[in-house]
């Protein structure tokens, strides 16, 4: 099997999107990841998986603290911005949360401290316990396919 059929197959499960955020000396990183869920309700942790190559793993290895915001359908622009696909610095507001940058009016800010990580393949998951959670209201940015769109209620 080739990597481009793994992606395919892979793209084909729908997603929400986030943007992960670090600080490391007063300098805030942050990268579009959809490689995100829920790991545990007690303690609350949660995981992300960054490629080796990105930036952010090397930020989030010297921080040991990393931010998810969940981003609203407003926000294409941002992911857009945060995965290096088209560069759009006046989309980018931060707000603080204990400290941690997050992405202003995500619909949902979850801010961690790395416990665990594991080097996994060419990415490694990193566990973050939540310390802090921030909520908005709005409507989910999602992805399928490699390709952005929006959800939808089914009424019955
Ligand atoms: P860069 O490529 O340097 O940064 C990304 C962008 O963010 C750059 O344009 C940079 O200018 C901007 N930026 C960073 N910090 C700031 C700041 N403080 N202020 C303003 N702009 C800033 N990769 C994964 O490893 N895991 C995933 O789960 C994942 N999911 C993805 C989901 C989607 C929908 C998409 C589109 C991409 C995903 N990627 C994922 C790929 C990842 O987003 C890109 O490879 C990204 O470019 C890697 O970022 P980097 O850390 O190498 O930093």
Redesign the pocket.
Known sequence: MDSRTFRDAMGRFA?G??V??TQVDD??????????MSVSLDPKLVT????H?????N?IKQSQQFAVSILSDEQMDV???????K?N?AA?E?DFVSGI?VIRDALTAVVCNVIEFYEVGD?TLFIGEVLEIKLTDGNPLA?FG?K?GSYQLYKW
Request: glycine share 8%.
């Open positions: 997603t999107v986030t992960v955020t300098e805030t990183h942050g990268m579009t990841a959809n490689a995100f992300i998986s960054i490629d190559s990105a930036k952010m793993y930020q992911s857009m911005h945060f995965a290096g696909q560069d610095p980018v931060f940058p990415h992805f490699g952005y």
